[in-house]
C-alpha cells in the first residue's frame, strides 16, 4: 500500500534557526497536505499543494511540491517557541472519498 | 470558526466494556472520517463515512467497529469489545469536499485498562 515518510524524527533548534522537514511518497500523489499538531493538541490543516512545483508560502513557511510530485518539504525561517509541535505531511489514499495517509511527523522543539 | 466537537474528552473502560465515542462535525460537511494515533505515532485511517454509508475503511476497522450517523448532527464510533490494544487518542473529522483539509476535532483519549 501507499506509504508517507518523513524525515527527520526529531529537530531541536534554537530560536531564530530555520527548520525543514521532508516527506516523501511511495506513489505519485494527486496533491498533498501538511498539518500541524501541538503538543497535547490535534492536527491543524495548514495548506494543500495540488501542482508539480508548487510553491507556497504563510508567512515565515514555505512548502513546496516536488517536479514529480512525490516529495514535498516544509521550510520555517526564524523559528519561534511558538513553533513548537509536530509537522505532518499527508497523501490522498487514491479514492474520492478522502482518506489521507499520513507521514510519521517531524517533532519540533525550538529552545529559546 | 467551525468546529468539530467530540465528547468525551478522556474516556477509561474495562477491557471487553464497549465504548461510543461521539463527534458532531461541522453542519455543512459532507465527509466524516474517525482517526486514531497511539500516542507518539502517527495518525492512521480508520473510516470514512460519505452520503449516510461507509465509504472506506482500513484493516483496523474490523467486526467490533462501527460507525452511525443517527441524526443530522451526530456521528459515532462505537468500540464493541474494547482490548488493551484500543487505547490511543480517537479523532473525528469532517470536510465539505473530499479535496478540502480536515476540520479535525479534539480528540477523545480512550484508555483501556
Known amino acids: 500500500g501507499q506509504q508517507v515518510m518523513q524525515i527527520p524524527q526529531y529537530q531541536h533548534v534554537q530560536e531564530g534557526e530555520d527548520f525543514t522537514t521532508y516527506c516523501n511518497s511511495s506513489?505519485?500523489?494527486?496533491?498533498i497536505q501538511w498539518y500541524k499538531q501541538r503538543p497535547g493538541g490535534h492536527p491543524v490543516f495548514l495548506i494543500q499543494?495540488?501542482?508539480?512545483?508548487e510553491v507556497k508560502k504563510q508567512k515565515r513557511l514555505t512548502f513546496q511540491f516536488g517536479e514529480a510530485k512525490k516529495n514535498s518539504s516544509l521550510h520555517i525561517t526564524a523559528t519561534q517557541t511558538t513553533d513548537v509541535g509536530t509537522y505532518f505531511c499527508?497523501?490522498?489514499?487514491?479514492?474520492?472519498?478522502?482518506?489521507?495517509?499520513f507521514g510519521q511527523g517531524t517533532i519540533l522543539t525550538v529552545h529559546p | 470558526e467551525p468546529e468539530v466537537t467530540q465528547t468525551p474528552s478522556h474516556q477509561v473502560t474495562q477491557m471487553g466494556q464497549e465504548v461510543i465515542l461521539r463527534c458532531v462535525p461541522i453542519s455543512n460537511h459532507l465527509y466524516f472520517y474517525w482517526y486514531r494515533q497511539i500516542l507518539g505515532q502517527k495518525v492512521e485511517f480508520l473510516v470514512s463515512?460519505?452520503?449516510?454509508?461507509?465509504?472506506?475503511k482500513s484493516e483496523i476497522f474490523d467486526d467490533q467497529f462501527s460507525v452511525e450517523r443517527p441524526d443530522g448532527s451526530n456521528f459515532t464510533l462505537k468500540i464493541r469489545s474494547t482490548k488493551l490494544e484500543d487505547s490511543a487518542m480517537y479523532f473525528c473529522?469532517?470536510?465539505?469536499?473530499?479535496?478540502?483539509?480536515?476540520?479535525f476535532g479534539s480528540g477523545t483519549r480512550l484508555t483501556v485498562v
Open positions: 499527508a497523501g490522498p489514499g487514491g479514492t474520492s472519498y478522502g482518506k489521507l495517509t
Open positions: 473529522a469532517s470536510r465539505y469536499t473530499g479535496g478540502d483539509g480536515y476540520t
Open positions: 499543494l495540488v501542482k508539480s512545483g
Open positions: 463515512f460519505y452520503n449516510n454509508e461507509i465509504s472506506e
Open positions: 506513489t505519485t500523489l494527486s496533491n
